[in-house]
């Protein structure tokens, strides 16, 4: 077949190609992208808001491409402390999750030229608390009715408490840490990033259902790696799973970096893992980066590796193409020079809520569209086969997880089998008779 | 397959106490890159034609004559001659197509570009492509209305219905329905076009003349978490009577009193069910179920699922021939 079709390929081609011109006949003035025209079109066939697609969005430009539309800026805290992952191929590009952003600005852009409405990005770039702050200002200043913030737990907070009466929108795209969703929890907050606690119920359900119950735990020493394990710990006692034995790696900082190469590190990881429990798996909680990468294939024992290496629960991954998730990563692919990363769908996802609730309140006002995403209906479609909607009592995204190995998606939590009254996404997680939050 | 098919037609004949006719049935199984064709009286498949990557949306030309199927990984629609189930030629749709549907007239397709947020218009007689439509993000659900007027295409992400005139090509309306629209079904007297939302979990029924939704219909099923209420394929009746709605992942078929819009009844399907198609004669309504590789045939006058066939991997769009 493919022979066939590389065969009918030119014809296609320069057919297509006489499609365009007759196309640019057809509606030539509205393709051509004056506003003057565009009125005037608007004029003679009110309801044809038959616009070339919009050009790819840029950061920081908020100059109108439709004047007579609503305009609406969201805003964007990056934070520029970046850590280094112990994998080359891993390393955070330097418009992670800011690429995210501008491809759901694009997305809300084609929505806007039936809706007109017309949507920009503001990045803000911090690395101190102060800046955060500062950075904050600046975009409100502007006139953003959303903050998107890639920024750690006590940065979050900060900008939380710096609008007082608590009425603004901030998604957190980033922090995993579950106090921000528990008792340090603040309502002008929309959680993104699942926490620790979902992705390891996500985790610990596969684990079950594929009857690998006995977990063999190895820790970071730095607080988010404990928590993390915290939240792995939590999982088995919540899904039948048993922690055979935790242990610490006590290394708290590594050179990503030498030229020894793997030569120790061959010889460190089995010593690390020897004399265990009998097992099935081998757990990592390392979300500092200083030795999961390196478990895998490593340990004493002939044992599968999964939570912060090996199979790893997360919301993207670029090899995700169910649901439409392949569309998302052409999408992504004709804006950007590189895959599709977690970080991105996190931003992404924020953006589209903006988008969505712009669209059903037919506003640009933060009231209007706060409103509207909170509206007992409200949901977002973000590739992962069913709605995501708000936790009311938390502002977490409810949202299928999905299980990643590097090369393909091997699962997605929740599994057959753990029910729930409400949701079978609330089985991931605090739920909400056990939540310490209150607005 | 002529001999086959006219000693089916003897049998036909034969059996004249059974008036069910005989149409030949398509399947396109989106996994293993095939069609499954059977024979609508004895449900066996007859045949299975090997086609390009990615086999999703299938129709058949108004004569029987041509199946087409939207082949997405390979950028093309191609052409089955029923005759020799052979694929005879493509069509040059656009990149990545997925859904299209055939003008009353059986002289253009219209194509839903999913990737390239387009609409293709091929002249199937020239088979080019002769216009391009900009629409929403991920154009996906196509239909058209039985006077040919308008064809309405669904935007999943954008999340609205797109009217566009047929003469025109121009966009005359775009109405906002819920998350993720998949399948736009007009009624057979042009009053009404029904738009299913996935993951929405509705089916808005949106008026023509006004291009304003009248009725939003929900779906509540014992024992089934709302999440999996998701609504895709929708087909409705020649009188205008009754519609029927496939609902993904909540493994069944919803039968609609398309006059109350009143829900009355579940039929359990094969797992997650997509698309539907009825026989010509309306005695029978086909299910292809995705993920349990199978389809269901439920008996139209009793609203009965009478029996499952296993075809290929991911059973994903059906047609059947007019006669």
Same mark, same amino acid.
């Given at each position: ?16 190609? #006489? ?59 990056? %934070?520029?402390?970046?850590? =280094? ?35 920009? =990005? ?6 101190? =608390? ?64 699942? #926490? ?9 359900? &596969? ?7 006995? %977990? ?11 928590? !993390? ?20 790696? #006590? ?8 030229? #020894?190469?793997?030569?120790? *590190? ?15 798996? *081998?757990? *990592? ?30 919301? !993207? ?5 169910? %649901? ?26 924020? *953006? ?77 997680? &605090? ?9 | ?22 149409? @030949? ?8 890159? @095939? ?28 004569? $029987? ?134 993951? $929405? ?123």
């Amino acid at each position: 077949m493919g022979a066939n079709g590389e065969g009918k390929l030119p014809i296609r081609m320069s057919s297509t190609g #006489s499609g365009r011109r007759i196309l640019h006949r057809i509606c030539g003035i509205s393709l051509a992208v004056v506003a003057a025209a565009l009125l005037a079109a608007a004029n003679t066939a009110p309801a044809a808001a038959q616009t070339a697609a919009p050009a790819a969005p840029v950061v920081n430009d908020v100059t109108p491409a439709n004047p007579d539309f609503q305009q609406i800026r969201i805003g964007y805290v990056e %934070w520029k402390e970046k850590s =280094l992952t112990l994998s080359l191929s891993q390393n955070p590009p330097d418009d992670l999750g800011v690429a995210g952003a501008l491809s759901a600005i694009r997305d809300n852009n084609t929505t806007g030229t039936f809706t007109k409405q017309e949507f920009h =990005l503001l990045v803000e770039p911090a690395k101190t =608390l102060e800046e955060a702050l500062a950075a904050r200002q600046k975009l409100i200043d502007q006139g953003v009715v959303a903050i998107i913030t890639d920024v750690p737990a006590d940065a979050v907070l900060a900008l939380a408490d710096a609008d007082a009466d608590k009425a603004g929108i901030l998604f957190n795209i980033s922090a995993k840490d579950e106090r921000l969703r528990e008792e340090d929890c603040r309502a002008n907050v929309f959680h993104i990033q699942p #926490s620790h606690s979902m992705l390891a119920d996500a985790l610990a359900q &596969y684990l079950v259902w594929k009857k690998w119950p006995r %977990w063999f735990l190895l820790t970071g020493a730095l607080p988010a790696d404990q928590e !993390w394990a915290e939240a792995l710990k939590r999982a088995a006692g919540r899904f039948g799973g048993q922690i055979v034995e935790e242990r610490v790696y #006590s290394e708290t900082d590594t050179a990503r970096r030498t030229d #020894s190469g793997h030569v120790q *590190v061959q010889r460190q990881m089995p010593v690390f893992t020897q004399n265990a429990p009998a097992h099935d798996v *081998v757990l *990592v909680a390392d979300d500092s980066e200083i030795f999961g990468t390196y478990v895998p294939f490593r340990t004493w024992d002939p044992r599968p590796v999964a939570g912060s290496a090996g199979l790893i629960p997360t919301t !993207w991954t670029p090899n995700h193409e169910q %649901w439409a998730g392949f569309q998302m990563q052409n999408r992504f692919g004709v804006l950007n020079t590189r895959p599709m990363q977690s970080l991105d769908i996190n931003a992404w996802t924020a *953006v589209r809520m903006v988008g969505d609730a712009a669209t059903k309140a037919q506003s640009n006002e933060l009231a209007k569209i706060r409103e509207a995403m909170l509206d007992e209906r409200f949901s977002v479609a973000a590739f992962k086969g069913e709605k995501l909607t708000i936790r009311k009592w938390n502002h977490q995204l409810r949202q299928p997880i999905l299980l990643a190995d590097g090369f393909s998606v091997v699962s997605v939590s929740p599994q057959e089998g753990f029910l729930h009254p409400n949701s079978l996404l609330d089985t991931m997680g &605090y739920d909400e008779p056990e939540t310490k939050c209150s607005f | 397959m002529l001999i086959k098919r006219l000693a089916l037609l003897m049998c036909g004949v034969a059996m004249t106490a059974t008036p069910a006719a005989a149409y @030949t049935v398509y399947i396109s199984n989106e996994r293993d890159n @095939t069609v499954t064709v059977l024979d609508s009286t004895t449900w066996e498949v007859t045949d299975t034609i090997k086609v390009g990557q990615r086999p999703r949306g299938i129709t058949v030309s108004h004569d $029987g004559k041509w199946v087409y199927v939207c082949v997405g990984d390979d950028d093309t629609v191609e052409v089955i001659d029923t005759a020799t189930n052979q694929i005879s030629h493509t069509l040059p749709s656009g990149p990545d197509p997925e859904l299209f549907v055939l003008n009353p007239e059986g002289t253009m397709l219209y194509v839903a570009n999913e990737d390239d947020n387009l609409v293709t218009v091929i002249d199937l007689e020239t088979r080019t492509a002769i216009v391009e439509i900009p629409v929403g993000v991920e154009p996906e659900g196509m239909g058209v209305s039985p006077d040919g007027k308008y064809v309405v295409n669904t935007s999943e992400t954008t999340n609205m219905a797109h009217f566009i005139d047929t003469d025109t090509h121009e966009i005359v309306a775009n109405v906002l329905v819920d998350s993720r629209p998949r399948i736009a079904e007009f009624k057979a007297d042009n009053s009404e076009v029904w738009v299913s939302a996935e993951i $929405g979990g509705t089916v808005s029924v949106i008026d023509v003349a006004s291009k304003e939704i009248t009725q939003k219909i929900t779906f509540e099923i014992d024992g089934v978490r709302s999440e999996a209420v998701q609504p895709v394929g929708v087909k409705i009746t020649n009188d205008g009577k009754t519609a029927y709605v496939a609902l993904g992942p909540a493994n069944r078929v919803a039968v609609v009193d398309a006059e109350t819009y009143e829900v009355k009844d579940y039929l359990l399907v094969g797992q997650r069910v997509w698309q539907l198609e009825f026989t010509p004669d309306e005695k029978y309504l086909i299910t292809t179920n995705g993920v349990s590789n199978d389809i269901s045939i439920v008996d139209v006058a009793t609203n009965e699922v009478i029996r499952s066939v296993g075809v290929g991997s991911f059973p994903w769009g059906v047609a059947v021939s007019p006669n």
